[in-house]
């Protein structure tokens, strides 16, 4: 089955409204995680990454939090806006034993976020 | 700066007949990877390849074949194309592994 998954499948917000899209993963050696934000009709695009030596990462607008206790990964969107729509994936870069990265990265399933004006 | 190009954007098949996906990077990137994106579901890598003369299966690599052409070029071959393979393929690249990998705008393939 699949080593990445989410919670919720959609997401509605207003504009302006702040957006959590949430990520688990079953593989407790994964080194590294990214978010991408497709678009319809376009290939995935980098929003943001984490290695797992940290908790946090921030850059423009969006924050990432990667909760390795329970396997959590989660991205914050500040002040969406109708641009944001689209659907969001998480990549699991999976490690095996031994620690040397393996590069290839694992999707989850998506979440499709709408943002209302 | 074009990034990752994919050709054809569209095609369409009959059962059994072969092709080849075009993929080229521009980005000097030693990594590249194909991807296939059915409705409703994420990424599955069908091949990598991790470096320049070196190609590797993914999760989904059966009926399909890959040619690590040159550092740029990374081509997928259907080989005897069923319905099953009508999907959105995605190539992609990357500096090096464990890396974040930069992705073409897709093809659309339908297998009739």
């Known amino acids: 089955g699949e080593s990445v998954g989410l919670h919720l499948p959609t997401l509605s917000v207003q504009e302006g409204d702040n957006s959590i899209i949430n990520c688990a993963y079953s593989?407790?050696?994964?080194?590294?995680f990214i978010w991408y934000k497709q678009e319809s009709g376009k290939g995935p695009q980098f929003i943001i990454d984490?290695?797992?030596?940290?908790d946090k990462r921030q850059g423009q607008r969006v924050t990432v939090l990667l909760n390795k206790t329970v396997k959590h990964l989660s991205l914050q969107i500040a002040a969406t806006q109708p641009g944001d729509s689209a659907v969001y994936f998480c990549a699991e870069n999976l490690a095996p034993r031994g620690g040397t990265s393996y590069g290839k990265l694992t999707f989850g399933q998506g979440t499709i976020l709408t943002v209302h004006p | 700066n074009a990034g990752v190009t994919q050709t054809p954007k569209f095609q369409v098949l009959k059962t059994g007949q072969s092709m080849t996906l075009q993929c080229a990077q521009d980005?000097?990137?030693?990594?590249m990877y194909w991807y296939r994106q059915d409705p409703g579901m994420g990424l599955r890598l069908i091949y990598y390849?991790?470096?320049?003369?070196?190609?590797d299966k993914g999760e989904v690599p059966n009926g399909y074949n890959v040619s690590r052409l040159n550092k740029r070029e990374f081509s997928l071959r259907l080989e005897s194309a069923a319905p099953s393979q009508t999907s959105v393929y995605f190539c992609a690249s990357s500096v090096e592994q464990g890396t974040e990998a930069f992705f073409g705008q897709g093809t659309r393939l339908t297998v009739v």
């Open positions: 593989n407790s050696a994964s080194d590294y």
């Open positions: 980005m000097n990137h030693n990594s």
């Open positions: 390849s991790a470096s320049e003369g070196t190609t």
């Open positions: 984490i290695r797992s030596n940290m």
